[in-house]
């Protein structure tokens, strides 16, 4: 009898032990709220719960989070999981990277691009059976009274409304010239090669007025893929505040406008060399019509997912870049065709133009671009 109760007694024991080592003081699975964003490309689900981080201070916060996560608290981001993870922290850990002054309540915000959310689970109590997350990357120095926000986003949206506000000041004044470079059907047609086209004279107010918009254009989006992908030649460009960020945006797009003036002089040069006759207005804005169709295609594209979903926005750029790649070269390969049934010279001869010209200097810069 005596050594029944002694196995009794041992049980019981490791049962109320048991307990005491994973004992949870509020569950908080049934007070997650849900909701669906749906948007144009995609949709998001998100869950949120108030944490009470006042009482039971020396207890601790278990989070069962599925992968693919983004976490936010107090609406600033905490950190973004790929893998299903299990996490265990102590209130007192959270307090000092969330509460700020006398109020212990922090919203809990859970954000997922796909329906996984109903495996999240948040629980408070004592789990001394678990080890106590304290040592994650995502914890490690963090601090969030000392992030430096960056200004790139005010400064792209300011840079796209200044160029907006310049094109509708150019439709105005240039009307003809602006629906020649941005009508699709005249990429096709090639109508300006039977003839000098609608340009006489390159150095006019209309030219050098577009090449600054395009220039302006090309250069943010430049800046746009330095800041995404954080290229190494041009991060000196992404230092500073709003002012810095402007004064290089503008200081590039001069740039960028005495390299098309370069440009044309350079095919200048080359079809006085392969006597081509007056084709250099031609070659030099129909492939600015491409340029201004594909980069506008590509300014759309990144501003969406910029401002709707930026966690996306490095595969975006990555893609946009690989799509202008083959679209240039795809519209080389048709000028090609077009100078073959204009100009009476055998093919060799106009490929060895078009190479020196286009493929090559377009080649290398690429290498230097995408790697």
Partial sequence: MGKKLSILSTLIFFILTSSLSAQIIENYDSKLRGSHQRGWLGSSYTSQVTLDLATFPKSNFKFDIPGGTTIFMNEKL?????????????????????????????????????????????????????????????????????????????????????????????????PVVLEYFVTPKKLITAEDFSEAGIFQKFFSLDVIFYLLMMSMLLMLNIMMVAYVNEIQILNEMMVGGLNSLFFNWMLGSVILVFLFILKFIVLKILVAVFDLGKYEFSHFFYLLRLLSISLFLITLAITYFYLNDQAAIGEVVTVALWSFFWVYLIGVTYLFIILVNRVPFKNYHLFAYICTAELIPFLIISKMIIG
Avoid: C
């Fill in 78 to 174: 905490w950190f973004h999981t790929m893998e299903d993870t299990l996490l265990t922290i102590g209130i007192d850990r959270l307090k000092g990277l969330f509460v700020s002054g006398s109020n212990y309540n922090v919203e809990f915000t859970a954000l997922n691009d796909s329906n996984r959310l109903s495996d999240l689970s948040v629980k408070k109590g004592y789990f001394s059976n678990q080890r106590i997350s304290e040592e994650l990357p995502f914890l490690g120095e963090f601090d969030l009274g000392k992030r430096k926000l960056s200004s790139f986003s005010d400064f792209y949206l300011s840079g796209l409304v200044i160029i907006l506000l310049l094109a509708s000041i150019f439709k105005g004044i240039f």
